[in-house]
């Protein structure tokens, strides 16, 4: 086994490797559940400090997020969180593509208020995955969400043989 010493007590760190039966709780990511194998884990004997040695972190958010995308049941705040902060998504302008308030975002969030609606995370889920996927669609769905209903006619009409919308 490697050793190093603890930045904290200044004693030796035992290296270990994380495996299925002792996992490495990953409290980074902000999830309660996410637990990882397979990577070093640096534990001081006398402390209890533990470093672990997390490789291609950017991969392995983006594992976490494609099974949080996935997986069946409502989205936790944690989660609906960790999709947006992944996703590189402001809470206000998830708030406007999602049709909720920022302050019922953030009490979701933060575990004040209870999950989304079914519909409500499912819209989340692919919005999280659509404004990842470009700025063009980001741009797309936020100007979407910033478009208010006023009850007038959307005029469209052939121009250079192409069809636009009109200026009202």
């Known amino acids: ?3 190093a ?5 200044g004693r030796v760190m035992v290296t270990r490797k994380a495996t299925a039966e002792q996992p490495y709780r990953d409290v980074m990511s902000g999830l309660e559940n996410v637990f990882l194998v397979g ?3 640096r534990e001081c ?6 470093v672990p040695i997390i490789p291609k972190v950017a991969a392995l958010h983006k594992a976490i997020a494609r099974h949080l ?3 069946s049941g409502l989205l936790t705040g944690k989660e609906v969180k960790f999709l947006r902060k992944n996703f590189g998504i402001q809470a206000k302008e998830f708030a406007a593509l999602i049709g909720v308030a920022p302050a019922h975002l953030s009490r979701v969030e ?5 999950a989304f609606s ?5 819209l989340a889920r692919a919005v999280a995955v659509a404004a990842s996927d470009g700025q063009i669609v980001k741009k797309l769905l936020l100007n979407t969400a910033g478009e208010k209903t006023d009850g007038r006619l959307n005029l469209f009409g052939l121009r250079k043989n192409q ?3 009109l200026a009202a």
């Open 5 to 9: 010493k603890c930045d904290l007590c």
């Open 39 to 41: 990577i070093e884990v």
């Open 110 to 114: 933060n575990g004040k208020t209870e």
């Open 69 to 71: 995308v996935f997986k």
């Open 163 to 165: 069809w636009e919308k």
């Open 1 to 3: 086994m490697k050793r």
């Open 118 to 122: 079914t519909a409500t995370d499912k």
């Open 45 to 50: 004997e006398r402390c209890g400090a533990k």
